[in-house]
Nanobody, 123 residues
Framework: VQLQASGGGLVQAGGSVRLACLAS????????MGWFRQAPGKEREFVAG????????YYQNSVKGRFTISRDNAKNTVYLQMNSLKPEDTAIYYC?????????????????WGQGTQVTVSS
């Protein structure tokens, strides 16, 4: 199983970035997906999650209204559209897969992880 995250980079505060995570080696449509992030010196934290059929999405409070998670099961890809970025959004962003219909906010419940992509927001 591989989860390949891409789309990170350097962006100014107020800007936008779209992350993508391409999954291979698993039956993508049977996995809930999540995005997590880890800033320097901090623990990894949940950002957003989506159920296997896209029926349910959920977000960390600090990103609600700014970030949108979506998935395309035909392309085995999950996305994270990030708008109105703030310097505190700077982190390495990881995608993760959890077998089953519904994801959770706990990283311990996810089965597979991508390698991470750096997002840096300058002020």
């Amino acid at each position: 199983v591989q989860l390949q995250a891409s789309g990170g980079g350097l962006v100014q505060a107020g800007g936008s970035v779209r992350l993508a995570c391409l999954a291979s080696g698993l039956s993508f449509s049977t996995y809930a997906m999540g995005w997590f992030r880890q800033a320097p010196g901090k623990e990894r934290e949940f950002v957003a999650g989506i159920s296997w059929g896209s029926g349910s999405t959920y977000y960390q409070n600090s990103v609600k209204g700014r970030f949108t998670i979506s998935r395309d099961n035909a392309k085995n890809t999950v996305y994270l559209q990030m708008n109105s970025l703030k310097p505190e959004d700077t982190a390495i962003y990881y995608c993760a897969a959890r077998w089953g219909t519904v994801g959770t906010t706990s990283d311990h419940t996810y089965d597979y992880w991508g390698q991470g992509t750096q997002v840096t927001v300058s002020s």
